[in-house]
């Protein structure tokens, strides 16, 4: 019996084992398999701060699994309270506010953004504009967790302040993800080229302006090509122009007859420094612009 009870043994360690790699594996794409109050909701630690100031030490905003559906607490009701109380008192600065996600986790049916990152972080921001915050003083971007990663602040607080004057030539632009004014990604065009392959969210996006310019026939439309800073200055603007220009079309075909003019910027409006891959990504971009 002796050597018969080793083997369970072994073999019981062995199936705890294997499901905790499993578990930890699966759980980014299907984690309610495994822990359901794990990294993917965020935590209830009192470590989130408005970046940039002395507001610090609230609770970490958390989300329902997987969604952009906000666990809000009354300390976070206080933070977002307070965050509007500093903005009305500092009315000269800006906020970004940045929404994470994980690999494997999509935006809600109907979303208008192309990652849960972005709604997470426009379901806060939506928070603050109720509370006083004019939406043109925030802006909004998103980062991928990558797998292994903790994932304990599901969105953070940035104060951007006015740059000094001998900064000031060349401002990084913002990104406002807002319905008149919408920023999409190059992973709808293939690479170095201007063939538009549209995601879910631009799709869901073309279909509402469709409705929303049928039903303002005298509003209008931009699009904007932006580029990162690989490649020569004439090569970058006539890839955006092409790629404002395959965008239009899109439009165009979804039968807007309203106007539509298109530009392209090039690499002369980076929303970020164009010095890392991943802040290259950001600022290849197209964006739309509804003008009323």
Request: contains cysteine; hydrophobic residues 35%; positive net charge.
């Amino acid at each position: 019996m002796r050597p018969f009870s080793a083997i369970l043994i072994l073999l019981l360690a062995a199936f705890l084992w294997s499901w905790g790699h499993v578990c930890h594996t699966w759980s980014w794409a299907h984690h309610e398999m495994c822990y359901k109050d794990d990294v993917a909701t965020g935590t209830a630690s009192n470590t989130l701060a408005l970046r940039g100031t002395d507001l610090k030490s609230y609770q970490q905003f958390s989300f329902v699994d997987s969604t952009a559906n906000v666990n809000l607490t009354d300390n976070n009701k206080k933070f977002l309270n307070d965050v509007t109380a500093y903005f009305k008192a500092n009315p000269d600065q800006t906020l970004m506010i940045t929404g994470r996600y994980r690999p494997g986790e999509q935006p809600s049916k109907g979303s208008i953004f192309e990652n849960l990152g972005l709604e997470r972080a426009d379901a806060i921001r939506k928070l603050l504009v109720a509370r006083g915050i004019p939406a043109d003083k925030i802006s909004i971007q998103s980062e991928l967790v990558q797998r292994g990663s903790n994932f304990d602040e599901p969105v953070s607080f940035t104060v951007q302040k006015p740059a000094p004057k001998a900064k000031a030539d060349k401002p990084l632009a913002s990104t406002k993800f807002t319905f008149k004014n919408m920023t999409y990604s190059d992973a709808n065009f293939d690479v170095n080229s201007a063939v538009f392959n549209p995601g879910t969210g631009f799709r869901n996006y073309a279909d509402s302006v469709a409705i929303y310019m049928k039903e303002n026939s005298k509003s209008t439309l931009k699009v904007i090509g932006h580029t990162d800073s690989d490649g020569s200055d004439e090569y970058n603007m006539d890839l955006g122009q092409r790629r404002a220009q395959a965008v239009k079309q899109y439009f165009q075909g979804k039968g807007i007859k309203n106007s539509i003019a298109t530009a392209s910027e090039g690499e002369r409006r980076p929303t970020a420094p164009n010095d890392t891959a991943a802040n290259k990504r950001k600022n290849r971009r197209v964006v739309v612009q509804i003008n009323d």
